[in-house]
């Protein structure tokens, strides 16, 4: 009897040791890696961002309004390529860094001044590694810039209160005169 528990035992202790050692080796590697994804974390930064781009108006809602920052979310995570996501989650963190640097504080806490010189200088730095071709890999922001763009003008709300819009069925007019002022029109 004395025998069974004292390899009972021994065995348990092995495992448990066992696990504790794998357990600290995983927990070692865990801090190394960069992430991969997007998280639910992200979206208040992401729909700032998006704010800052398309704001709301007298006439209509911003893209803040439109959950700009969910559809981003699901974008990188379900539709980009693996590199294309590296390129934007690094670019939201040296975009974190770079407001942490010049001004101590995150996006989110920015002036709407701060954020929108932030961004132009970020858009011109796109623009010209467009031109000069510095990177082989699309700029962060501009993808950034394309996700709301796309992502406010497919939703309901740009769709619906920034563009024309008239649901369809409805009777086709072939020739419909366009007066200055007019909205342009969304399609489907």
């Known amino acids: ?7 009972n035992k021994l065995g348990i202790l092995s495992g448990a040791a066992f696990l504790a050692t794998s357990g600290l080796f995983n ?42 920052g ?15 996501r590296s390129v934007f989650i690094e670019g939201m963190d040296m975009l974190d860094a770079a407001c942490d640097k010049q001004h101590n504080t995150s996006f989110i806490k920015l002036s709407a001044e701060q954020k929108k010189q932030l961004l132009v200088q ?23 810039k394309r996700l709301t763009i796309s992502g406010y003008f497919t939703s309901e709300i740009g769709a619906t209160k920034a563009l024309g819009y008239e649901a369809i069925p409805g009777k086709f007019e072939g020739c419909i005169a366009f007066k200055k002022g007019d909205k342009p029109w969304a399609t489907n």
């Open 1 to 7: 009897m004395q025998r069974r528990e004292a390899l």
């Open 122 to 144: 970020l858009d011109k730095e796109a623009n010209a590694s467009v031109k000069n071709k510095t990177n082989s890999n699309e700029h962060y922001f501009s993808m950034l």
């Open 70 to 84: 969910a559809y981003m979310l699901a974008m990188v995570n379900d539709c980009y390529t693996e590199k294309q």
């Open 27 to 68: 927990a070692c590697n865990l801090t190394d890696k960069k992430r991969s994804a997007l998280t639910e974390k992200d979206i208040p930064l992401l729909d700032e961002i998006g704010e800052t781009i398309i704001p709301a108006t007298a006439a209509s809602p911003g893209a803040k309004a439109a959950g700009i």
